[in-house]
């Protein structure tokens, strides 16, 4: 075999380890069957003595929005990748979840789990990596044809900037004067 078709391979075998992965968690989130703490007795404890596995995992269970958004998210994301025409903005999705999901999993899983679902995550990441790597070239072309009308520099005069912050904060004002009657309305049926 080749050495360009063995890449080739590899690379395919790679996205489809992520696409099974991704949505079979996708799935899972979907149908709350990933997160939870499945003894009950834990969550009686004082949330001093619980380890944040626990309250983590209890927590990402209760919400319905949470499963159901990352669940889409991993689903799409594992669709794209498994269509050559979408391979790459799946691959950049997929890198977004799981830098995510190994930030979680260094944060509140290694308490109980050890390092296990962490590796994982990371050789996953690595995985997508890969993947973006062997399509370097036509990441670089897009990203050209993206950028090409664009300069550096600005337009504007430097005394605009500070007058942009101000502005920002206006409209966070103005747009919650603007929403308070929603956030009434929503607050009563949520």
């Known amino acids: 075999m080749k050495k360009d078709r063995l890449f080739e391979v590899i690379i395919l075998v790679l996205r489809w380890y992520l696409i099974v992965y991704m949505v079979k968690y996708g799935i899972s989130k979907l149908t709350m069957n990933q997160f939870g703490v499945y ?4 969550l009686k404890n004082s949330l001093e003595n619980v380890d ?3 309250v983590a995992w209890h927590l990402f269970q209760r919400s319905y929005f949470f499963n159901i958004c990352t669940g889409m998210i991993e689903i799409i994301g594992g669709i794209l990748l498994m269509i050559n025409r979408t391979k790459i903005i799946g691959a950049i999705i997929i890198l977004s979840i799981l830098t995510q999901i190994f930030i979680i999993d260094i944060s509140f899983t290694t308490g109980v789990l050890g390092v296990s679902l962490p590796l994982r995550i990371a050789f996953m990441i690595f995985s997508d990596l890969a993947i973006l ?8 072309r897009a990203y050209k044809i993206l950028t090409i009308n664009f300069s550096l520099k600005s337009k504007n005069k430097w005394w605009i900037y500070p007058l942009l912050i101000i502005v920002g904060v206006l409209m966070d004002f103005v747009f919650s004067i603007i929403t308070y009657p929603i956030r009434v309305l929503l607050n009563k049926f949520l």
């Open 39 to 42: 003894d009950s007795s834990i």
């Open 52 to 54: 944040s596995f626990y």
């Open 133 to 140: 790597y062997y399509y370097r070239k036509r990441i670089t």
